[in-house]
């Protein structure tokens, strides 16, 4: 399904506003766009635009064509088990199609997969190969959430760190590169925001690094394809998700050498799960708590070579969470 997002077509509008209104105030040339993430909240939240105006549609792909847009709509859920979730969708990336949806533009607490948007803001703005020194804040983590078991002082690159908060989902990793890479929580959840906002995630907000839960904290299906499609786009980001299993070493407060095994949280790539015939899974993203949920972004290969984003949030229990994704992979990939 091809549809006109809403997003898109406010921004076309606020575009021509912009033009026909000969940009006062600008030198030659010099065109800013303020605020215009707002305007396409605004045209979708408040029914302003119908996607029944085919107007623009012509010069709609020009805004549009490395997305997957549509209306909202839900689609396709009469045929499979979408009362197991809250929120899900399948994008095609080749075609620029979403071939599911449900609730993709429903507010839900992202939980881990919030490491998708750290991770690529660590590749984008990080050092890979620079040394972090571990925080006592950053070790302080709930011991019964998701660790790496980090302690105060140890030592390790950035690309160390970006395994153990992809494949550990470490709580503790999440923390030690907010604050390497933006010096506190609260600078690089600004800077979260602020890319979010770039890349057209306009119904997100994060106040945190890691997705633990934050009644301010939350994102869309939608917004969290956005996410993920700009990761992946990042060589590194695409090595995390598919590693199975890490050896790490590093040193501890003092200088003495650490040695620790990270495994996975995907159970498609630990062998725990087996994809639907012709669906070839790269690798993806979970996250769980009491309120987000299980929640799984994933990547794959569809039987013609096509690239599929799958999205599932706010399932009931992990054994639904594949089930679910399994049918979604099978039907609408």
């Known amino acids: 399904m091809k549809c006109i997002s809403k997003k898109w077509t ?18 030659s040339g010099e065109v800013t766009f303020s605020n215009a993430y707002d305007i396409y909240d605004t045209s979708r939240k ?6 029944d105006d085919t107007s623009l549609q012509s010069t709609i792909p020009y805004f549009a064509s490395e997305y997957c847009v549509a209306d909202g709509k839900d689609f396709g859920t009469e045929s499979t088990s979408s009362y197991a979730a809250g929120a899900s969708g399948v994008f ?24 998708i948007l750290t991770a690529y803001l660590a590749i984008k703005y990080g050092d890979l190969d620079s040394k972090y020194t571990v925080s006592e804040y950053a070790a302080d983590q709930a011991s019964d959430s998701s660790v790496c078991n980090l302690k105060a ?11 153990g908060l992809i494949m550990q989902s470490g709580n503790d990793a999440a923390i030690a590169i907010a604050e390497g890479i933006s010096g506190d929580v609260d600078s690089f959840a600004k800077l979260m925001n602020e890319e979010a ?9 994060f106040i945190n690094p ?8 939350y994102t869309t299906v939608y917004d969290l394809y956005l996410l993920f499609q700009a990761a992946i786009q990042e ?4 090595e995390l998700i598919q590693t199975q299993e890490y050896t790490v070493d590093y040193t ?18 630990l062998g725990l799960e087996e994809a639907p015939d012709g669906i070839t899974v790269i690798g993806g993203k979970t996250g769980t708590t009491n309120a987000a949920g299980y929640c799984l972004a994933l990547l794959s290969k569809n039987a013609a070579g096509d690239t599929i984003v799958s999205i599932v949030m706010k399932a009931d229990s992990r054994n639904n969470l594949y089930y679910y994704m399994n049918e979604l992979l099978y039907g609408f990939t």
């Open 10 to 27: 406010g921004f076309l509008l606020s575009a021509c506003i912009l033009i026909l209104a000969g940009c006062g105030g600008q030198s």
């Open 46 to 51: 408040y029914q302003i635009l119908s996607t």
């Open 92 to 115: 095609n990336l080749n075609t620029k199609e979403v071939t599911y949806s449900q609730n993709i533009y429903q507010k839900m607490y992202p939980a881990s997969t919030t490491k």
């Open 153 to 163: 002082g140890d030592q390790m690159t950035l690309h160390q760190l970006l395994y």
């Open 197 to 205: 906002n770039a890349l057209g995630a306009t119904d997100s907000h």
């Open 210 to 217: 890691n997705g633990l839960h934050d009644e301010d904290h």
């Open 235 to 238: 060589e590194t980001f695409l």
């Open 252 to 269: 501890d407060a003092v200088g003495n050498p650490v040695q620790q095994v990270w495994k996975s949280t995907n159970k498609y790539l």
